[in-house]
C-alpha cells in the first residue's frame, strides 16, 4: 500500500526537519536525536522497510545539511540502526525502561562516533555537552515511542 510508505518518509521528513531546526545556543546542547529516534522506532517496528540504508541516505542529507564531512553522520547512523535491525525483536520484547536505556546506549554511540570522526578529520575537542542530548533523547524516547505507534496503528502502516 503506497500511503504506508508515505507516512513512514513524512515521519523522516519531520526528524530531519526537527533535527537541523535553528535554536538559541544555550538551548541547542540540550537537542535531542529525534532522527535517530524515529529510525530507531520504524527499524523496530518495521525492518523490512527501514534499515540501514535508509539510515545511510538520512545521514547523508544530515551532512549536507549541517555541511559537515560527508559521511560523518551517515556512519555514526547506520551502526546504531544496524544493532538495531539485528536485535529488533528482542528490543520490541523489552519494557519501556529497558528500550530508553537501549536507547541511551545507541544515542552515546551515535555521538561518540560522530566525535571520533570530526576529532580525526577537523582535530574538534572533547567536551562533555556532547553527551547532553543522549539524556533528553531518554527523555523523550516513551513519548515519541507511544506518538509514533498511535500514528502507525491509526494509518495501518504495516
Not at 3 to 30: A, K, W
Amino acid at each position: 500500500m503506497p500511503g504506508n510508505n508515505t507516512f513512514i518518509y513524512i515521519c523522516i521528513i519531520v526528524g530531519l526537519i526537527l533535527q537541523i531546526i535553528p535554536m538559541p545556543p544555550q538551548i541547542d546542547i540540550y537537542r535531542p536525536d529525534w532522527l535517530l529516534m524515529i529510525l530507531c522506532y520504524w527499524s523496530m517496528a518495521l525492518p523490512n522497510r527501514v534499515s540501514v540504508g535508509v539510515a545511510a541516505i538520512c545521514g547523508l542529507t544530515l551532512d549536507i545539511l549541517y555541511g559537515t564531512a560527508l559521511g560523518v553522520h551517515c556512519f555514526a547512523l547506520t551502526i546504531p540502526i544496524f544493532i538495531v535491525s539485528a536485535n529488533y525483536q528482542r528490543l520490541r520484547n523489552q519494557s519501556m525502561l529497558q528500550q530508553a536505556f537501549t536507547i541511551m546506549v545507541l544515542s552515546l554511540l551515535y555521538h561518540l562516533i560522530v566525535y571520533w570522526l570530526q576529532y580525526w578529520l577537523i582535530n574538534t575537542e572533547f567536551r562533555w555537552r556532547f553527551f547532553w542530548p543522549t539524556a533528553v533523547t531518554i527523555v523523550l524516547w516513551p513519548w515519541l515511542f507511544w506518538l509514533l505507534r498511535k500514528f502507525r496503528r491509526k494509518f495501518r502502516v504495516s
